[in-house]
């Protein structure tokens, strides 16, 4: 971290935060931090619009982050309304979840102009957008004139003095590599596959579905829908130290071929292009959060839902606690911003993490998955809708336990974007 720094051939900035890596979580900060009228600068090694591997499913959670952040939905051509989800249990019974109509609880939105559309915004407010510019190094300097140390981030062809730095550069963050708190070995506890499928004519082309497959348990597979009759499909399972990357090549090729998922899609389904893996992270309570005047958020921050392998609200989530940390301690006091965050981040997600973990548990056998879709089958109209809401992340899973997050209105709050005109596309039972 305190290597020398060379000054030839780059451009020299100043600014108050410097975000590095600019998904949600990164954005989100930036947008923030404009707000607030703080200087920033945002450097990413990709130029945007890139595509994200990734499901593309918003829950609850990300929507509301999103409404706060002013995103406008129809900045996102392919946004896509979901209206509730069919659920299929290893041993076949498939139960209908429905969500409320009162705003938006569930949506898709390709990552390739979901997270350009969040970058477009934060340029809007005024941040310095630097696509294409990847991150090398970060220095440590002593005091500067007014007593406070600053550090230079060095990236292709910038070196820049900024007071913070947001790190929202992905679970193998070369920024926590660079200051020496790389997590060595870590290769997350979920992994995905994902394609993109056209001609999608069955009633996946309209509905969401997961699959508890009894060979994906723990873990499960997916149809998410896109406008023009595509949709986004894969499946993601637990590390467990047996599945091979090649035996979830041959899986995936498997699954494509099952009666009940080809009935989903229509016979007549195209796959575009190739499948794309990845690894996600879930580990935010042993995660090192803080570093200096470093904040590390989204996947850098192991943010990701344990139980589902969701990331996108939690990411959006800590990159807006990561900003207003730093907007509440002032330039002055970055030991202050530190345990803002740290705090926000434990009383936001540290309990959720720790209930999604034990839920979990019940999900990674079949008969577990087969007893809890069960339950929800029996549990009635009004059981299955607020099913659905917890599964979308309506309310924080763990707030029964957590008092200092009660509210009066608790699964009873409308949706995200309640008061613009939503138009859910209708289940079937």
Same mark, same amino acid.
């Given at each position: ?46 130029? #945007? ?12 959670l ?11 939905? @129809? ?13 299929r @249990? ?32 934060a ?64 290769l ?8 993109? !499928? ?16 009894p060979?994906?348990?723990?873990g ?15 499946f993601?399972?637990?590390r ?32 575009e ?19 200096g005047?470093?904040?590390?958020t989204?996947?850098?921050?192991? !943010? ?6 969701e ?6 989530l ?6 207003? !940390? ?10 202050v ?20 973990? !034990? ?27 607020? #099913? ?42």
């Amino acid at each position: 971290m305190n290597a020398p720094v060379s000054t030839s051939h780059r451009e020299r900035l100043t600014a108050d935060v410097v975000v590095v890596g600019l998904g949600p979580a990164g954005s989100a900060a930036a947008i923030e931090l404009r707000r607030a009228g703080r200087s920033v600068i945002g450097i990413d090694k990709a130029v #945007f619009p890139r595509d994200k591997c990734c499901g593309d499913g918003l829950t609850t959670l990300g929507l509301r982050e999103l409404e706060h952040l002013g995103l406008d939905r @129809s900045s996102i051509p392919d946004w896509f309304e979901v209206g509730g989800a069919a659920i299929r @249990s290893p041993s076949g019974r498939e139960v209908f979840v429905p969500l409320p109509t009162t705003g938006s609880y569930a949506a898709v939105a390709p990552r390739l102009q979901l997270d350009d559309a969040l970058v477009r915004l934060a340029r809007d407010l005024g941040a310095d957008i630097r696509d294409g510019h990847a991150f090398e190094r970060i220095h440590e300097h002593a005091d500067d004139v007014d007593g406070v140390g600053r550090v230079t981030v060095v990236a292709d062809g910038l070196e820049i003095d900024p007071r913070y730095v947001v790190a929202a550069d992905g679970m193998w963050s070369p920024v926590r590599k660079s200051i020496g708190a790389n997590e060595g070995g870590y290769l997350g506890e979920w992994h995905g596959f994902r394609q993109y !499928a056209r001609n999608v004519t069955g009633p996946a082309s309209q509905q969401l579905y997961v699959w508890f497959e009894p060979d994906l348990v723990p873990g499960y597979a997916w149809s998410f829908p896109l406008p023009s009759g595509r949709a986004n499909i894969g499946f993601g399972v637990l590390r467990d130290g047996d599945r091979r990357i090649q035996d979830m090549k041959q899986l995936w090729t498997d699954l494509l071929t099952r009666p009940h998922v080809v009935e989903a899609l229509g016979d007549g389904f195209e796959l575009e292009d190739r499948h794309t893996a990845w690894p996600i992270p879930a580990r935010v309570d042993e995660a090192t959060l803080t570093a200096g005047r470093v904040l590390f958020t989204g996947d850098a921050a192991m !943010a990701t839902d344990v139980m589902t392998g969701e990331g996108i609200g939690q990411a959006l989530l800590t990159g807006r606690l990561a900003a207003e !940390a730093i907007v509440a301690a002032g330039a002055l006091q970055p030991d202050v911003a530190a345990a803002i965050y740290r705090a926000e981040v434990d009383h936001h997600l540290f309990a959720d993490h720790r209930m999604s973990r !034990a839920l979990g548990s019940v999900l990674e056998t079949s008969w577990g998955a087969r007893g809890a879709i069960r339950i929800v089958a029996a549990s009635g109209e009004w059981g299955r809708r607020n #099913f659905a809401r917890w599964m979308f992340e309506d309310e924080p899973r763990a707030l029964v336990f957590t008092p200092s997050r009660w509210h009066r209105h608790f699964l009873a709050r409308p949706g995200a974007y309640a008061t613009q005109p939503v138009t859910p596309v209708p289940g079937t039972a």
